[in-house]
């Protein structure tokens, strides 16, 4: 079993619906990331956290540690949005830090 | 402002071979990593350095080489390529102020053994 698992894997959606990917893990971490890879594209960070909720433009981040879940929220989605979603927990193991990634949520809006 | 920079953006080569793959960052961060990408895994540690000439293995870093004589810069070496290590590769830096902030990735190597 994966230490950091998404849900879903794949998801289609018309132009201006609510999206939610989920992230859920099994280990304690510092910080969890989500990023954001376009088709034959780079990787971008999209948001770090370790507490909370955190927002910039159509995107929300949010996490529960007790539970060991996060969300990424995207409102008012667009066709630009269409990518690949992936959360990476951040576990630290005596002053060593070491990403683990989902395997990714391929995000597609259409217009 | 380049960033991170990775060169080439696309290789093919010959099974047998040695490839190295650059990577240069231009923000003199600390970190530095590199990773491989494959459908149906995450993203996958193959080497990481905390600093020049401090270097240690990730979780895949089987036929691969590194080396960090300057900060910028963090090649990747596989030293006799395999078909199996045809994959897109990613370098990511980071900078480190007691914990790690951020991660910035490249834009990516994508590797084809023939």
């Known amino acids: 079993k994966n230490e950091v698992e998404q849900s879903p894997q794949n998801l289609t959606a018309q132009e201006g619906e609510f999206i939610t990917i989920n992230c859920s893990y099994s280990?304690?971490?510092?910080?969890l990331h989500w990023l954001q890879q376009h088709p034959g594209g780079g990787i971008v960070s999209l948001f770090m956290?370790?507490?909370g909720k955190k927002k910039h433009g159509r995107l929300i981040a949010t996490i529960n540690i007790q539970e060991k879940h996060s969300s990424l929220h995207i409102t008012a989605s667009h066709p630009r949005d269409s990518a690949v979603y992936i959360c990476a927990a951040r576990i630290s193991n005596f002053g060593n830090e070491k990403l683990t990634f989902g395997t990714g949520t391929r995000l597609t809006i259409i217009p | 402002d380049a960033g991170i920079t990775q060169s080439p953006r696309y290789k093919i080569t010959e099974t047998g071979r040695q490839v190295t793959l650059m990577c240069h960052q231009t923000w003199s961060h600390s970190y530095m990593f590199w990773y491989r990408q494959d459908l149906g895994h995450g993203l996958r540690l193959i080497y990481y350095s905390a600093a020049a000439d401090i270097t240690d293995k990730g979780e895949v870093p089987d036929g691969y080489v590194v080396s960090r004589s300057k900060t910028e810069n963090f090649p990747l070496t596989l030293e006799s390529a395999t078909r199996s290590q045809t994959s897109v590769y990613f370098c990511?830096?980071?900078?480190?102020?007691?914990?790690?902030?951020?991660?910035?990735f490249g834009s990516g190597t994508r590797l084809t053994v023939v």
């Open positions: 280990v304690g971490i510092s910080a």
């Open positions: 990511a830096s980071s900078s480190y102020r007691g914990k790690i902030y951020g991660y910035t």
């Open positions: 956290l370790s507490s």
